[in-house]
Every structure is written in structure tokens, then in C-alpha cells.
């Protein structure tokens, strides 16, 4: 059999080329330091952020009429996926590229004008994304935070928890209840969006309180205490929120997976490289089989969910329903991308503890994309349901 000479990490015949350089080189300039330093300080990346923001990346989506680069999801995954296989992590400002979506799909044209140009030049800040709640969890219908029309505002009052970014964002894309759940017609209306100026709002009704958590991923717990929201602010029409929530979940999800694919290929090549030059019992540790069969497995399994993120991508470009196919690449990027991880720690046996090899970094890091954004429990309940027909188990 011939051997193919592709490394381990570079993705067969990879997709933008161009693209996937260009991120490369920004990311040079951000290595394993860079990022051991933030997350002992538990520090916002900045200057990373401003990079991407300056280099156009994060306005890969924003069409050009709004002075985005009007690129599609398979570009946005390509740049978000060279990101994590460079070791950076793009969890510091993901939001910016996709929360977007439903200020473009649902918004007025006051609204776009107002910021979608100053979202794609960076000059505005659209991090934050208010929907978890400490009491609803994953029930997103049972949500409290309310918002109660009076006069030309809607009157916040309530909690959010895991906002991240909160503190590095001027926006936030708040969900909030303008009807009572029991005096809804249907069970999925009642919420509605709205975009907090957290500039104005800070100090007067709305105060954030940063969780130090596992990772360095700069996320809070956001309080509002009759926070005044102008009513021009609402996206879409009242009561409607979810759908235009959910409508931007597909993308959300194949960017995250196109993350975990990033994960998954760094893991395999600081794996590979690790178990070549490692000599122990007199040579190299690679050369056993109980180290290469595991870094073999990751590869195939990270390649099969690579080619299902491409699929979700390509029907989402296409305009086609993807809901699926975007749900199945969170869980299959997601699952391989952790089984990198520990492959990629046992591999490095005790130096995979140390800082300095940025491993346990990373895996903590790519741990979190089994419960967040969608925990695989929950996406499993989503095939089970809405694909194979089987009865609802919540
Ligand atoms: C670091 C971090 C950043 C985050 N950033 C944001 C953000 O920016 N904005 C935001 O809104 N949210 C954010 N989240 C929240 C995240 O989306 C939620 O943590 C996630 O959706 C799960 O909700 P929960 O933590 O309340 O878990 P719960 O809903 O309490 O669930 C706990 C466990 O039970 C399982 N479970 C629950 N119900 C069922 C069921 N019916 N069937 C089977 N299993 C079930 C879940 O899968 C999970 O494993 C973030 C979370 C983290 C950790």
C-alpha cells in the first residue's frame, strides 16, 4: 500500500486555502504563551480579538452592503476551525461572527443600519448572548427574566447566568418573557429579543458579576433590576423571540463544531509530533501500538465529523434545512474533539499535566463543547424526536 504523506493535521485537500493562511498567519503571532498567561490571569485575549476584528474575520458573514465580507458558513467554519488547530481559541469572540444573524434576518432597516456597519469595523460589540438562566437551564420556555411594556420602553427585570463576555461586549442579545407562559396560545411564544446597549444600561438597572470557571472564557452572571430598554429595540415582533433565536442556532452550532474540529486536528498533531520524539524502553513511544491505534481512532473519528460540518455548511449556504446536519456535526465534532483531548493528554503522559505543553489547556477548553452551547444530551433527544420520529422524552 502506498504511503500518503499528509500530515496528520492538514485536512485532505483542504477547503479556502487562502482563507486558512491568512487565519494561520494572524495566529502565529498568539502562541502557547500568549494564551497560558490569559488563562493563569483569567484575562480577556484582547489583543487577539483586535486582530481578528482588524483583519475583517469576524465580519465574515455580515453581507457586504453593510460593509461585511459577505462570505458564507463554509468560509466562517474554515476560519474558526484554523483558529483551534493553531491552538488559539476563538470562544473569546465567536459571538461577534454569528449573534449578528438575528439583528440581519429579523431586525428593521433602522436597526441594521444602526449595527450591522459598526459591527463588521469592530467599532461596536456584539458578544453577549442573554438566554441561560440559573433556574431554567435548558429549558429555555421556563425562562423568568421579564420585560413588561410601559410607554416608549419595556422594563427588565431578572437573571441571566453563563453570559459570556459580558464585560467585553457594548450589545447584548437579550431573551426575556413579554407574556406569562400560562397566558400563551402556543407554548413556544411569549419571549421576545431585544438588543441591551450595555454601555447605557451598566450602573442603571444592570450590574454583571464575572464566574471564575474552568476556563478562561470571560463569562457572568448579568442582573437586571428594572432596566429600561427602548421599545425600539425590540427585534422582530413581540412574542416571537424564540424563532428568531432558533433560526440563528444552526449556524451557532456549526461554528462551534468547526471549532472542535480545529481542537481535534491540534490535538492529534501535538499528539503525533509528542509520541515521534518521546523515547522511552530505548524508542520512540509511537512506535507501540497502544499509543499509535488511539491517535489513529481520533484522526478517523475527527475526519468523519469533519466531512458532516462540510455537509451542515454546504446545505445551510444553500439555503437548504440543515437542522440535522448541524446538530449531528456539534455532536460528532464535539465527541471527537474530546476524545483528541484524552487521547492527547495520555499520550504525554505526566507532561500532559504541565502548563507548559498547553494540552490540559486545551482540554479543559474542549471539554466545554459537550454541555455548551447545546449539551449532547439534548442533541441527542433533538435526532431522536425530530429525525427519527420517536416520542418526545421531555
Ligand atoms: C463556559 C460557558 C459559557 C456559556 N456561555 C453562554 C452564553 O454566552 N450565553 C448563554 O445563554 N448561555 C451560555 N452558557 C450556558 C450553556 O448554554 C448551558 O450551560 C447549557 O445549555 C446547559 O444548561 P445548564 O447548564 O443549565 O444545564 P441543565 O439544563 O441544568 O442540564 C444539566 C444536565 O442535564 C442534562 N439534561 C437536562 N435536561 C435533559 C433532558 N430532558 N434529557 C436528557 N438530559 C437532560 C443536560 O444535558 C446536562 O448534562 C455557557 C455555559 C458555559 C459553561
Known amino acids: 500500500m502506498a504511503a500518503d504523506k499528509r500530515g496528520a493535521a492538514d485536512a485532505p485537500r483542504e477547503t479556502f486555502p487562502d482563507i486558512r493562511e491568512a487565519v494561520r498567519r494572524l495566529c502565529a503571532g498568539f502562541p502557547g504563551e500568549y494564551w497560558r ?3 493563569r490571569e483569567r484575562a480577556y485575549p484582547k489583543e487577539f480579538v483586535d486582530a481578528l476584528t482588524q483583519s475583517g474575520f469576524l465580519a465574515a458573514l455580515i453581507p457586504e452592503s453593510f460593509g461585511g465580507s ?54 461596536l460589540r456584539l458578544q453577549a448572548f442573554g438566554v441561560t438562566e440559573p433556574t431554567s437551564g435548558t429549558d429555555t420556555l421556563s425562562l423568568r427574566t421579564t420585560a413588561v411594556r410601559d410607554g416608549d420602553h419595556y422594563v427588565v427585570n431578572g ?20 407574556t406569562p407562559k400560562d397566558r400563551v396560545k402556543k407554548r413556544t411564544e411569549g419571549l421576545s429579543v431585544f438588543i441591551v446597549d450595555m454601555r447605557e444600561a451598566l450602573g442603571r438597572g444592570l450590574a454583571i458579576k464575572p464566574i471564575r470557571a474552568m476556563i478562561n472564557h470571560a463569562t457572568t452572571e448579568v442582573f437586571f ?86 455537509r451542515a455548511a454546504t446545505l445551510f449556504d444553500a439555503g437548504e434545512p440543515c437542522g440535522a446536519e448541524a446538530n449531528m456535526a456539534k455532536l460528532l465534532a464535539a465527541d471527537a ?17 504541565a502548563e507548559e505543553y498547553d494540552v490540559e489547556r486545551k482540554f479543559r ?20 424526536e425530530h429525525v427519527l420520529g420517536l416520542p418526545r422524552s421531555y
Open 37 to 39: 498567561k490569559a488563562d
Open 70 to 123: 459577505g462570505l458564507g458558513i463554509r468560509q466562517a467554519a474554515a476560519i474558526m476551525e484554523e483558529i483551534h488547530k493553531s491552538g488559539c481559541n476563538g470562544g473569546a469572540c465567536h459571538a461577534q461572527m454569528y449573534t449578528m444573524g438575528t439583528i440581519l434576518r429579523h431586525g428593521n432597516a433602522a436597526q441594521k443600519q444602526a449595527y450591522l456597519p459598526k459591527i463588521a469595523s469592530g467599532a
Open 159 to 178: 437573571q441571566k447566568v453563563w453570559t459570556s463576555r459580558a464585560e467585553h461586549s457594548d450589545l447584548m442579545l437579550l431573551l426575556a418573557r413579554t
Open 225 to 310: 433590576d428594572n432596566l429600561r430598554v427602548p421599545a425600539a429595540n425590540l427585534i422582530g415582533e413581540e412574542n416571537k423571540g424564540l424563532y428568531y433565536i432558533l433560526d440563528g442556532m444552526n449556524v451557532e452550532r456549526i461554528l462551534i463544531a468547526a471549532e472542535c474540529i480545529g481542537d481535534a486536528r491540534w490535538f492529534i498533531a501535538k499528539a503525533s509530533a509528542y509520541a515521534k520524539d518521546r523515547v522511552v524502553f530505548g524508542r520512540p513511544i509511537g512506535q507501540n501500538q497502544g499509543i499509535q491505534f488511539p491517535i489513529a481512532k481520533a484522526y478517523a473519528a475527527s475526519e468523519a465529523a469533519a466531512l458532516m460540518v462540510e
Open 337 to 353: 474533539s474530546w476524545q483528541a483531548a484524552d487521547m492527547c493528554l495520555q499520550t504525554h503522559g505526566g507532561f500532559g499535566f
Open 365 to 384: 477548553e474542549t471539554r466545554l463543547y459537550q454541555v455548551a452551547p447545546i449539551s449532547t444530551n439534548l442533541i441527542l433527544s433533538y435526532i431522536a
